[in-house]
C-alpha cells in the first residue's frame, strides 16, 4: 500500500486553514525557510569536497568565490525573504544591526530572525550543525520593521524552528500548534513529515552541557550537573550527551528527554549571562520545547517572558523536560545569591 506523504508544503498549508482569514502569507514564509534549508543542505553536504573542488576563498568551477558556509546560509535565507513582500524586516546572528527589505520591494507584517549557522565550530570536523529561525509579527504601524518589531518577548511569537543537518537533514518548527519535524528526502528534495506533534518523553535519558567550562560555573550549577549525573541523591541519573551544537543537543533530547544548558558563570563580573544569543538561539529553542511539554529558562524564569533589550543580547539556558529544568532553578536559588544579584541588571522580563 502507498504510504501517505506529507510534504512540508501541504502540512503548512492544511494547518493554516484551519485559520479562518488566513491569507497563505505564512505558509509562503515558512516555505522559504525550507526552501532555503534545502539549499543549505546542499552545500553542507559539500562542505568536505570544498578541499578537493577549492578552498573557502578560491575561485570554484563556476567562477564563483567559494564562500565560509556561514556567510552563505545567511545570504541565502536574506536573498529567499528580502523580495516576498511578507516581512517588514530581518535580523541574522551573523550581521550586527536590524536588517532593512530593500526599498524596491514591497513589506510585509512579519519579521524573520534567524541563525544562519549554529554550531559553525563543528563545521571543520563533519559534526552536525543547524539554522535557527524566529518569527513576530510586526507590531509598529510604519511601512519599514524597526528594532522595536525585532526586539519582542518569546511569548508573542508566532512561530519558530530549526532545521539540523546531520545523518539526515531535518526541519521541525511549531506555528502554536504542536511541534511537528520533516526530514529531507534528497532524492525528492523534499522535506516529508516523519514526527508529528512531538512530545518530549516523561522520562528523560540526557543531559548535555559543556563540563570544560565546570571550573567557571557557580556553586548552583556545578551541584546541579553532579545532581544530573546522579549525585546529591538523585535516583536517576542520566547519560551525557553533548555535541557543541544547539539545535543538535536539542533536537536529541526533544525526542528522547532530557535537559541541554548554557549557564551563565562568574568567570567575568560584568558578564554573567553566558554565551547563547536570546534572539537568535534561545526564544525558537524555548517556544519549541513548551510547544512540546517542556520548559525553558534562564536559571531563574521562563526564557519566553524576557523582554529583550538589545539584538545581540546573550541569555543563560536551560531547555528541556519541565522538572530538570525547574531542578536547575531550585540549586540557582538555593546556592547561587551572588550570581543572581550579578544577573539581575541584565534580565527583564514581562508578564505577557
Ligand atoms: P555559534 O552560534 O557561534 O555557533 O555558537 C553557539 C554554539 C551552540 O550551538 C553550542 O551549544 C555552543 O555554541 C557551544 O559552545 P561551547 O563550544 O562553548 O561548548
Ligand atoms: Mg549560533
Not at 159 to 179: D, E, F, I, L
Not at 183 to 194: A, I, K, N, R, Y
Not at 241 to 269: E, T
Amino acid at each position: 500500500m502507498v504510504k501517505r506523504l506529507v510534504t512540508i508544503e501541504r502540512h503548512i498549508l492544511e494547518k493554516e486553514r484551519e485559520y479562518p482569514g488566513a491569507t497563505g502569507t505564512f505558509t509562503g514564509l515558512l516555505y522559504d525557510m525550507a526552501l532555503s534549508a534545502k539549499l543549505i543542505h546542499r552545500e553542507t553536504s559539500r562542505a568536505g569536497l570544498l578541499d578537493i573542488l577549492g578552498a573557502v576563498g578560491t575561485v570554484n568551477s563556476s567562477g564563483e568565490v567559494q564562500q565560509k558556509l556561514d556567510v552563505f546560509a545567511d545570504q541565502m535565507i536574506y536573498k529567499m525573504n528580502d523580495h516576498t513582500g511578507r516581512l517588514c524586516a530581518m535580523a541574522s546572528e551573523e550581521r550586527e544591526s536590524i536588517i532593512d527589505i530593500p526599498p524596491h520591494f514591497d513589506t510585509g507584517k512579519y519579521v524573520l530572525l534567524y541563525d544562519p549557522l549554529d554550531g559553525s565550530s563543528n563545521i571543520d570536523s563533519n559534526v552536525s550543525i543547524g539554522t535557527i529561525f524566529a518569527i513576530h509579527k510586526k507590531v509598529t504601524s510604519g511601512v519599514r520593521g524597526t528594532m522595536e518589531d525585532l526586539l519582542q518577548p518569546g511569548n508573542r511569537l508566532v512561530a519558530a524552528g530549526y532545521v539540523v543537518y546531520s545523518v539526515s537533514t531535518m526541519m521541525v518548527y511549531s506555528t502554536g500548534q504542536g511541534v511537528h519535524g520533516f526530514t529531507l528526502d534528497p532524492s525528492l528534495g523534499e522535506f516529508l513529515l516523519s514526527h508529528e506533534n512531538i512530545r518530549i518523553p516523561d522520562k528523560p535519558h540526557y543531559y548535555s552541557a559543556n563540563l570544560g567550562n565546570l571550573s567557571h560555573w557557580t556553586p548552583g550549577v556545578r551541584r546541579y550537573a553532579e545532581w544530573l549525573g546522579g549525585y546529591h541523591g538523585n535516583p536517576n541519573p542520566l547519560s551525557l550527551r553533548y555535541i557543541g551544537s544547539m539545535v543538535a543537543d536539542f533536537h536529541r533530547n526533544l525526542l528522547h528527554g532530557g535537559v541541554f544548558f548554557y549557564p551563565g558563570d562568574l568567570r567575568k563580573p560584568d558578564k554573567p549571562y553566558g554565551k547563547l544569543r536570546l534572539l537568535f538561539e534561545a526564544q525558537a529553542v524555548a517556544f519549541l520545547a513548551e510547544q512540546a511539554g517542556g520548559a525553558a529558562s534562564d536559571g531563574i524564569g521562563r526564557i519566553l517572558d524576557i523582554q529583550p533589550t538589545t539584538l545581540h543580547q546573550r541569555v543563560p539556558l536551560f531547555v528541556g523536560n519541565r522538572e530538570l529544568v525547574e531542578a536547575a532553578e531550585g540549586f540557582i536559588r538555593e546556592y547561587d545569591q551572588a550570581w543572581i544579584e550579578a544577573y539581575a541588571p541584565y534580565r527583564q522580563a514581562v508578564v505577557t
